[in-house]
C-alpha cells in the first residue's frame, strides 16, 4: 500500500450521520426531478473529481488506495463488511451497510436509486483503468464489490 494516510478523506474526528439522510434525499430529489441518466452523471463526477486520487491510483494499476478507502470507512462506520483477496481478485463482502442501518433505524425510507451509488462510483472509478470494479447488490444494505484485473 502506498500512503493510506494520503487518503483524500481520512477524518477520525466525531462521527456525523446525518450526511446518510442528506445523500438519501439528494439521490431521490434528483432521481425524480432529472432521471436515472443525470443521476449516474453525477455518481461519475463523483468518482472522477472527489476520488480523482483513488481514480488516478487505479488508471495506474494500483488497487490499494480503493481498498484502504473501503476499509476506513466500514471500520469508522462499524459496518460488518469482509475484505478477501485470491490472486488479481479484491473482494469487499458487505453484510449490513451503515448508511443503510442508519436510515433504517431512523425510519427513513431508502430511496430505490441508494445502491446505485456504489455500482455507478464503481464502474467511474475503474474507467480507463486495467480494472473492472463490479458491485452485486444481494438486498437492501448487503452487497459484494469485487476489483479484478481485466484479461490483458
Same mark, same amino acid.
Given at each position: 500500500?502506498k500512503?493510506? =494516510?494520503?487518503?483524500?478523506?481520512? &477524518?477520525t474526528?466525531?462521527?456525523?450521520r446525518?450526511?446518510?439522510?442528506? $445523500?438519501?434525499? $439528494?439521490?431521490?430529489?434528483?432521481?425524480?426531478?432529472?432521471?436515472?441518466?443525470?443521476l449516474?452523471?453525477?455518481?461519475?463526477?463523483?468518482?472522477?473529481?472527489?476520488? %480523482?486520487s483513488?481514480?488516478?491510483?487505479?488508471?495506474?494499476g494500483?488497487?490499494?488506495?480503493?481498498?484502504? %478507502?473501503w476499509?476506513h470507512?466500514m471500520?469508522? &462506520?462499524?459496518?460488518?463488511?469482509?475484505?478477501?483477496?485470491?490472486?488479481?481478485?479484491?473482494?469487499?463482502?458487505? %453484510?449490513?451497510?451503515?448508511?443503510?442501518?442508519?436510515?433504517?433505524?431512523?425510519?427513513?425510507?431508502?430511496d430505490?436509486?441508494?445502491?446505485?451509488?456504489?455500482?455507478?462510483?464503481? &464502474?467511474?472509478? =475503474?474507467?480507463? =483503468?486495467p480494472?473492472a470494479? $463490479?458491485?452485486?447488490?444481494l438486498?437492501?444494505?448487503?452487497?459484494?464489490? $469485487?476489483?479484478?484485473?481485466?484479461? =490483458?
Open positions: 500500500m500512503n493510506p =494516510s494520503g487518503l483524500r478523506y481520512r &477524518e474526528g466525531p462521527l456525523h446525518d450526511f446518510h439522510r442528506t $445523500t438519501n434525499g $439528494t439521490i431521490a430529489y434528483l432521481r425524480k426531478r432529472y432521471g436515472l441518466g443525470l449516474d452523471e453525477v455518481f461519475r463526477r463523483v468518482a472522477h473529481d472527489v476520488y %480523482h483513488i481514480h488516478e491510483d487505479l488508471k495506474r494500483d488497487p490499494e488506495q480503493l481498498v484502504a %478507502h476499509r470507512f471500520r469508522r &462506520e462499524k459496518g460488518r463488511f469482509a475484505i478477501r483477496r485470491r490472486g488479481d481478485t479484491i473482494q469487499m463482502t458487505v %453484510h449490513e451497510c451503515p448508511a443503510i442501518a442508519y436510515l433504517r433505524g431512523r425510519g427513513i425510507p431508502v430505490p436509486a441508494f445502491c446505485r451509488q456504489t455500482i455507478a462510483v464503481n &464502474e467511474a472509478l =475503474s474507467e480507463a =483503468s480494472f470494479i $463490479t458491485t452485486e447488490v438486498g437492501e444494505g448487503r452487497c459484494v464489490q $469485487t476489483i479484478r484485473r481485466r484479461p =490483458s
